[in-house]
Structures are given as C-alpha cells and as structure tokens.
C-alpha cells in the first residue's frame, strides 16, 4: 500500500525559511512516478508549487520561482522542499503527491497496479505571519 508523509510545517514569520520533507513507500522503487508539493489555503483551490519527474526534470510554479527549491533527500522516494523568502501568501497547508508514470515494456507487469494512481499525503500545515 503506497504511503506518502510530510513533515516539517510551522509557523514563521515573513522572510523566513521553512524545509519540508516528504517520503512515498510501498511501491516497487522501479516503477517510474513523479514526485509533487501542491499548497492549498483556506477557502481556495489546491494548486501546483513544484515537481521533480522521474527524469529529474524540475518544474516550479512562477509564484514560488528563486525562492523554493525541490531536491531530492538522499533517495528518489524522498523529497524535501525548502522555501526561503516566505511571505504571507505561502501560507497553506502543503501536501505531497507521487503519480505513477507509465512503465518500459519490462516493467508492465510489475508496475501494472499503480499505472497513472497518484498518492496524497495528510499535509502539513505552513503559517508565514507578517
């Protein structure tokens, strides 16, 4: 069963830094995915703040551009996001996402089970006070 977990949410007050941390298990690791922080405020539609795919390509929201960076934390399945300049309007709850990729020919049958499923972790909660 697939697990996705965060940590690291606090409150801060405006132009600091927060890190975030997220980690998927119970996969098989060589099934292809991309790992994802969306942020979600209150009474407002969960949006995208940053990817890194399975290719390691990196893509980030122009909201958040120069000031988080999304990297990888020692192990593909592990995913930190550190958010530096923090303004008010970061303040959400985040989530991480992993989404299953379609697999090589080889991989099919193994990874069939997750083939285009995307995961959600419980959030963690981002308070920036000005």
């Known amino acids: 069963q697939v697990q996705v977990e965060e940590s690291g949410g606090d409150s801060v007050q405006a132009g600091g830094s927060l890190r975030l941390s997220c980690r998927a298990s119970?996969?098989?690791?060589?099934?292809?995915?991309?790992m994802n922080w969306f942020r979600q405020a209150p009474g407002e539609e969960r949006e995208f703040v940053s990817m890194?795919?399975?290719?390691?390509?990196?893509t980030y929201a122009d909201s958040v551009k120069g000031r988080f960076t999304i990297s990888q934390a020692g192990a593909k399945n592990m995913v930190d996001l550190q958010m530096n300049s923090l303004k008010p309007e970061d303040t959400a709850m985040y989530y991480c996402n992993i989404r299953f990729r379609v697999p090589a020919n080889d991989l099919i049958f193994v990874c069939a089970g997750e083939v285009g499923r995307a995961y959600w972790g419980q959030g963690t909660q981002v308070t920036v006070s000005s």
């Open positions: 890194i795919a399975d290719d390691a390509q990196i």
């Open positions: 119970g996969f098989v690791a060589a099934c292809p995915y991309d």
